[in-house]
């Protein structure tokens, strides 16, 4: 009997009281949605800040690379009215242009170094002791035969390396960009390099930052869940005291004001979640605001990764939505191809001076998105080449539709590109150009002249949308 006694008597000892249950009743839901705001934050915020970052680094490799251009095109000013002039034999000639390129430095660690095409060193004034040795052989710390890689660029018609090599004023080895062009007359591979590791340190930078802004948010988020819990324990307590008060002062009428109470404190939880649960979201949208104030003074680009990282948290207040962060002008998405590229011709006339007109026929909606991409991107390409390269005075761009699908022409009265319709993947730009043409089931066509070149993306039909896809879609942009 009082084995009996003690089993009916043992599970008693876990019963909850009615304030235990209460705060039970309030804190798990608290404590969960908190625990998941900090996970969606978390994750928001990282892929946020890792678009954000790569961005970054994009930029930076893209105005190091085309820093590269700018010097290699120094050095070709320089040395081509000797160049141009002189036989392969020339031993005057060389001799000029060696003192010429070794004179030629920049900054602490820039300078221009010569390659023959057997390996050997000619020109390297910052690395002096590469110099009249040969390094065919020769490998970095990663295994890469180095000089091997920029001839065989330099014979291909020049390009960007990407490599490790000793810094001069470290003598530590860094990832550095190359740009190598060959003097192909005197079997040359003459480059010059930049070392990214500043690069590299303002990335990892930016993601140390970026992980120090989602601890100091997951501490506000648990600071701000225990004041929550705090207040919602004091609420319990005193909700127990004044049931016992009542309790002793109406005995008679507990039964009654325990439902009248029930149903009272009911009410009032429900409400204590929905504010406690609104200020944990006021309370991380203010944090992020002062983060980004915080911020502002720090290097160009953090405040707008905040700016985008608080969007994104209003944005998960009101059940998340998914940001896209793309990489494409505005105006292609808002208006289309033709404004785009109406755009584009008229920013390019305005830097470079150079007379371009730009014709069209409208149909913007009737293009897919992938294929608006794609012509974009070409034209872009093709007038960085002419900027660069082909010495034009004026350039003529059309697009139009047909039955065959659509077309993109890129016509310039400039110098030409050697065996640019034989090979029009040549240059990287070229080559660019024709993967993004063929991903598409496109075609890409060069022709080149010592008049001009003429370039010719063409899309099959089924890149253009049908009229009642075209409507949809400009019904969808316009809300």
Request: aromatic residues 6%; without cysteine.
């Amino acid at each position: 009997m009082t084995q009996i006694t003690q089993d009916h008597q043992t599970p008693r000892r876990w019963r909850l009281s009615y304030g235990q249950k209460i705060f039970l009743l309030a804190t798990v839901p608290l404590v969960l949605a908190a625990s998941a705001i900090a996970v969606l934050v978390s994750v928001q915020s990282r892929a946020l800040a890792e678009q954000e970052i790569a961005l970054l680094e994009d930029r930076l490799l893209e105005a190091k690379q085309s820093e590269l251009a700018n010097y290699m095109s120094l050095a070709r000013t320089s040395i081509g009215h000797i160049y141009g002039n002189a036989l392969p034999d020339d031993e005057a000639a060389k001799t000029r242009v060696i003192q010429i390129l070794a004179a030629m430095t920049y900054g602490t660690d820039g300078f221009f170094f010569v390659y023959d095409y057997d390996g050997t060193n000619l020109v390297s004034p910052k690395q002096t002791y590469l110099i009249n040795k040969n390094w065919w052989d020769v490998t970095n710390r990663e295994g890469r035969y180095v000089v091997r890689d920029l001839i065989g660029t330099a014979r291909a018609g020049g390009g960007i390396q990407e490599y490790a090599w000793p810094k001069p004023s470290t003598g530590q080895t860094a990832q550095m960009y190359s740009y190598v062009i060959g003097l192909q007359d005197w079997r040359w591979a003459v480059g010059t390099g930049i070392w990214i590791d500043d690069v590299v340190a303002q990335v990892a930078t930016a993601r140390a930052i970026t992980e120090a802004r989602i601890q100091r948010t997951f501490l506000l988020i648990a600071l701000i869940t225990l004041v929550s819990l705090l207040m919602v324990f004091v609420s319990g307590l005193w909700i127990n005291i004044r049931e016992r008060r009542l309790a002793d002062a109406k005995l008679k009428e507990l039964t009654q004001r325990i439902f009248d109470t029930q149903e009272e404190e009911r009410g009032r939880v429900a409400r204590e979640l929905h504010d406690g649960i609104s200020q944990i979201l006021i309370g991380v949208r203010y944090a992020m605001d002062l983060a980004a104030r915080r911020l502002k003074t720090g290097k160009a680009g953090v405040s707008d990764s905040l700016y985008t990282s608080t969007k994104g948290l209003n944005d998960a207040i009101s059940e998340v939505r998914r940001i896209s962060r793309d990489l494409r002008p505005g105006v292609l998405d808002d208006l289309g191809l033709g404004p785009a590229l109406k755009t584009l011709t008229e920013d390019f006339s305005a830097r470079t001076g150079i007379l371009t007109q730009f014709e069209t026929v409208v149909f913007r909606n009737r293009l897919t998105a992938d294929a608006k991409t794609a012509l974009y991107r070409v034209a872009q390409e093709a007038l960085t080449n002419i900027e660069r390269h082909a010495d034009a005075n004026s350039v003529t761009i059309k697009l139009f539709g047909h039955r065959r699908g659509a077309t993109l022409r890129v016509e310039d009265d400039g110098i030409g590109m050697r065996n640019a319709a034989a090979r029009p993947d040549r240059g990287m730009g070229l080559r660019n150009m024709a993967e993004r043409i063929e991903h598409l089931d496109g075609t890409l066509r060069v022709l080149s002249t010592s008049k001009g070149t003429l370039i010719e993306a063409q899309l099959p039909p089924k890149h253009l949308l049908a009229a009642s896809q075209s409507a949809s879609n400009q019904r969808a942009e316009s809300a």
